[in-house]
């Protein structure tokens, strides 16, 4: 509701506006005396070196105070939606950011591109000497803010390269020095209704033929840098997004079912004969290809939808962050190529209104540039959470995407018996051998501190359905300060096992009534050793490190 009550503002300003210039073009007064123009008398125009009439003035002076109006608009809409989001950057951990450094840059280094051409647009000048000198090196100020911006964007996706950073600050410099040069030598004169515009001639008084038209390169100089930072961005953004996709559950690759699908594939190619050609029923190559002609008129009718629908599968898949920085390059550089692409055109054909646009050149740059700023930065910084695990975290989620269930707090112990759990549910009717531990089957390690917590963790949750992490938590020492994680332990040991735990209960959101009740990852024998008849099918040790390297915990 706030931005469509600022939207209808806007628009009340702009249509005021319109009016306001429509009763100065058509009461154009200087030193209370109205200017006469003859509708059969010509007038040179300063700004495209050529003779117009009445009819063309007028119409040359409503477009430019119309363009003028657009801008002030453009702005001030702009500023006064995003002025809250500005208060909040005024913090002092808040200004040494980049982003909020160029974000202020192009926000008050736009004005004076602003309100110069507006004031010497509706002010009143007798002689060329009289107008404001270089007035469209405000322009070339915001146009190297912008590339700024651009450049220091772009050197953050491509992670700082040392390469990257020395064309894009030599491009930068370039640019701007190209720039300032081209509109340098853009001289102003005074048109018949008084106001300063941008000329292409010498004002010598001599008729002598017109001068280059350096406005028409300052927009070629825009266009190639855009192209080469939007080109640079994309292709990096684009192989971060080839380089994987978001997944909605975890996936677990299964060696049994694997080995199983490898040993079935090449049993089959062994036994299956070659292909059976039937020669009574083969059909001539004429008949097969006219039948193949409506599935290729199809092939070719569909492709663009085909083509469309795997942009659109390939657009989901991508991340928020990634997803946010593409839509940003291509929205800026479509924008900016359109308008930058029929401005020369405009200068090229020396149309009346060439001049005209330059004027909108710099609000809609700031306007583009500051939506840009914000929406990344609420993409990438959030604020930290200390509650979550690992710091950061609400920044990868950012980056991953919040598709999925929330990932809950459990050890790695108990996201690798999970695991295994599944694993038995699959494969429960194999019993393969086990292979001897080191230090010798059937020995107890008494003095390992994990063993005498994990034995703590599995008496305390006997009879009882406890989740694992919790028990696990609340049974270790708070004075052994010696890490624990499987990652020091042997490949071979497993966490947990029937022989530690008479019980083996397992967490029951894990695993589902179905399942057998025990993992079956032999370990050393201990007193509770379960009985012949009641031992469960076992990994092997090759099987128990495949499986812990596919859980992430070797």
Avoid at 102 to 108: G, Q, V
Wanted: proline content about 6%.
């Amino acid at each position: 509701m706030r931005r469509r009550g600022w939207f209808w503002l806007m628009l009340a300003w702009l249509l005021v506006g319109i009016v306001l210039c429509e009763s100065v073009g058509a009461n154009r007064t200087y030193n209370n005396s109205t200017v006469i123009l003859e509708k059969d008398k010509s007038y040179d125009d300063p700004t495209t070196s050529r003779e117009l009439n009445e009819e063309q003035q007028e119409q040359q002076t409503r477009v430019a105070n119309y363009i003028t109006v657009a801008s002030l608009t453009l702005y001030a809409w702009e500023y006064m939606r995003t002025f809250p989001r500005e208060i909040t950057m005024y913090q002092r951990h808040m200004l040494r950011r980049p982003q909020v450094i160029l974000f202020l840059l192009i926000r008050y280094g736009t004005i004076p591109a602003l309100i110069l051409p507006a004031w010497t647009l509706w002010n009143h000048f007798d002689e060329s000497s009289d107008c404001p000198q270089k007035e469209q090196i405000t322009v070339a100020v915001v146009q190297f803010l912008v590339a700024c911006i651009f450049s220091w964007r772009t050197i953050a996706i491509w992670r700082r390269k040392r390469w990257v950073i020395v064309l894009l600050v030599c491009l930068t410099i370039v640019m701007f020095g190209v720039s300032v040069g081209l509109l340098f030598h853009s001289s102003d004169a005074v048109t018949y209704s008084g106001a300063c515009r941008p000329s292409v001639d010498k004002d010598d008084g001599i008729k002598t033929p017109p001068a280059v038209n350096s406005v028409k390169w300052f927009y070629l100089t825009s266009l190639i840098f855009d192209t080469v930072t939007l080109v640079l961005s994309s292709y990096k953004l684009i192989y971060y997004a080839n380089m994987g996709r978001h997944l909605q559950t975890p996936v677990f690759h299964d060696p049994f079912a694997t080995y199983r699908m490898d040993a079935t594939h090449t049993d089959s190619s062994k036994e299956l004969p070659g292909p059976v050609v039937d020669n009574g029923n083969r059909r001539s190559s004429a008949t097969n290809a006219l039948k193949q002609i409506p599935n290729k008129m199809n092939c070719i009718a569909t492709f663009p939808f085909r083509k469309v629908h795997n942009a659109l599968q390939w657009w989901s898949s991508l991340t928020p962050l990634l997803a946010r920085l593409i839509a940003n390059g291509f929205l800026y550089f479509f924008v900016a190529t359109a308008f930058n692409v029929v401005n020369f055109v405009l200068e090229q054909v020396n149309s009346i209104h060439s001049k005209s646009f330059l004027t909108l050149y710099s609000p809609l740059m700031c306007v583009l540039c500051q939506n840009m700023i914000l929406t990344e930065l609420d993409a990438v910084w959030s604020t930290y959470d200390a509650d979550l695990d690992i710091p950061g975290r609400r920044f990868v989620d950012r980056v991953v995407g919040t598709h999925g269930e929330q990932r809950s707090r459990m050890s790695e112990l108990d996201r690798f018996q999970e695991f295994v759990s599944e694993l038995e549910k699959q494969h429960g009717s194999s019993d393969s051998s086990t292979l001897p531990r080191r230090g010798g089957f059937g020995a107890k390690d008494i003095d390992s501190p994990l063993q005498s917590q994990t034995d703590k963790a599995d008496k305390s949750s006997q009879n009882s359905f406890q989740n694992p992490a919790q028990v696990r938590r609340s049974s270790v020492d708070p004075s052994d300060t010696k890490p624990v994680s499987p990652r020091h332990l042997h490949p071979t040991m497993a966490p947990r096992t029937q022989a530690q735990s008479p019980s083996n209960e397992l967490d029951p959101r894990a695993v589902p009534s179905t399942a057998p009740a025990s993992i079956n990852i032999p370990v050393a024998q201990s007193s509770h050793t379960s009985t012949p008849s009641e031992s469960l099918p076992r990994l092997s040790a090759t099987q128990q490190q495949r499986a812990l390297r596919m859980a992430g915990l070797l």
